[in-house]
């Protein structure tokens, strides 16, 4: 199996910066993308940024220019650098990975809380 931790989350005033991270550890044979969602109270849950081992990178249109997904392979975390944080963003915001460890499959993480607020 494939566990997910997360952290650096937390409340930041509007305009500030934060950065999450993410370490998979576990059974892990392979790991193919791994990204951010997040979910917003009363609102569906939303993909952030994406990163594939090829170093593809996609981005919400509402986060770009502002959020910068970054991985360490060597590790098996993946970052999240966020900027010029606004209310809007806040929401809770969960790591996932497309990993091979019995059989390739989605993990998740167990979410952690931003709160962008004055």
């Known amino acids: 199996q494939v566990q997910l931790v997360e952290s650096g989350g937390g409340l930041v005033q509007p305009g500030g910066s934060l950065r999450l991270s993410c370490a998979a550890s576990?059974?892990?044979?392979?790991?193919?993308?791994m990204g951010w969602y997040r979910q917003a109270p009363g609102k569906q849950r939303e993909l952030v940024a994406s990163?594939?081992?090829?170093?593809?990178?996609k981005y919400a249109d509402s986060v770009q220019g502002r959020f910068t997904i970054s991985r360490n392979n060597a590790k098996n975390t993946v970052y999240l650098q966020m900027n010029s944080l606004k209310p809007e963003d806040t929401a809770v915001y969960y790591c996932?990975?497309?990993?091979?460890?019995?059989?390739?499959?989605?993990?998740w993480g167990q979410g952690s809380q931003v709160t962008v607020s004055s």
């Open positions: 996932t990975a497309y990993a091979y460890s019995d059989y390739w499959g989605d993990y």
């Open positions: 990163d594939t081992s090829g170093g593809s990178t």
């Open positions: 576990g059974s892990i044979f392979s790991i193919n993308a």
